[in-house]
Nanobody
């Protein structure tokens, strides 16, 4: 059974940094397309970042480009999201997603079969 578990969320001041982690069990991340999404109160879930199977190709939402970095640690079967220069607008529940069927990057939430429970990120002074 595949399980995804996010960690690393919390409260941070504007301009600060956080590193989210998504631990995967049941299958290997090296054969999956992995993604991060977020959902703020009263808003729809939105794409944040994705990394392909090779771990050489990534894509980001325009709102986080240059500030967030997605990476993968195959030895720990984990995907990370390094978030720098955080803004209050980044406040949301962040979700990790995985799919072993698709072969290319996708920014569409419905393309991902597996999801974590989410971790809260709050950016506030």
């Amino acid at each position: 059974q595949v399980q995804l578990e996010e960690s690393g969320g919390g409260l941070v001041q504007p301009g600060g940094s956080l590193r989210l982690s998504c631990g995967v069990s049941g299958r290997t991340v090296s054969s999956a397309v992995m993604g991060w999404f977020r959902q703020a109160p009263g808003k729809e879930r939105e794409f944040v970042a994705t990394i392909d199977r090779s771990a050489y190709i990534m894509a980001y939402a325009d709102s986080v480009k240059g500030r967030f970095t997605i990476s993968r640690d195959d030895a720990k079967n984990t995907v990370h999201l390094q978030m720098n220069s955080l803004k209050p607008d980044d406040t949301a529940v962040y979700y990790c997603a995985a799919d072993w069927r698709i072969v290319r990057l996708t920014m569409t939430a419905s393309s991902y079969e597996y999801w974590g429970q989410g971790t809260q990120v709050t950016v506030s002074s």
